[in-house]
């Protein structure tokens, strides 16, 4: 299988059911995006494919065969929203961030508060609390 992650094309050597999040943390060796309950009702691990925000514990990598895939890497470390997150306290430990930050990146420019509350509907935090997080969002 082929994926392209991060503009550089990976041939992948997994079995098909593998979940993208294994694949994107061991193969292509990009430990940024995190595994929190591995079910599908975090949203730690999300990654863009294609654009649209999934959860990559949920995908199987053959349907990302083919697929533009976009971690938190590919963002360099000095996107606005990793730098609204650090301006505005909105991260403690971390787990959430890459995944709050993907799910925000799907949004379109100058969303409302709404907007960022049902984009990240799907994210949740167990330290910060969201309001710094919204808050971040919504600078950036
Ligand atoms: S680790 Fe994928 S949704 Fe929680
Ligand atoms: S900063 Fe710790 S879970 Fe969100």
Not at 11 to 34: H, I, N, S, W, Y
Not at 69 to 88: C, K, M, S
Not at 124 to 137: F, K, L, M, N, V
Request: proline fraction near 6%.
């Amino acid at each position: 299988m082929r994926l392209r992650v991060n503009g550089r094309d990976w041939e992948v050597d997994a079995p098909p059911m593998a979940r993208l999040l294994d694949v994107l943390r061991v193969q292509c060796e990009l430990p940024g995006t995190k595994e929190g309950c591995g079910e599908g009702e975090c949203g730690a691990c999300t990654v863009l494919v294609d654009g649209e925000p999934v959860c990559s514990c949920l995908v199987p990598v053959a349907h990302a065969d083919g697929a533009e895939v976009t971690t938190i890497e590919g963002l360099g470390g000095d996107h606005r929203l990793q730098r609204a997150f650090a301006e505005h306290g909105a991260a403690q430990c971390g787990i959430c961030t890459p995944g709050m930050i993907m799910a925000a990146l799907a949004l379109p420019s100058s969303p409302s508060l709404d907007d960022v509350r049902v984009a990240l509907a799907g994210n949740i935090c167990r330290c910060t609390g969201y309001h710094a997080i919204y808050r971040a969002i919504l600078r950036a």
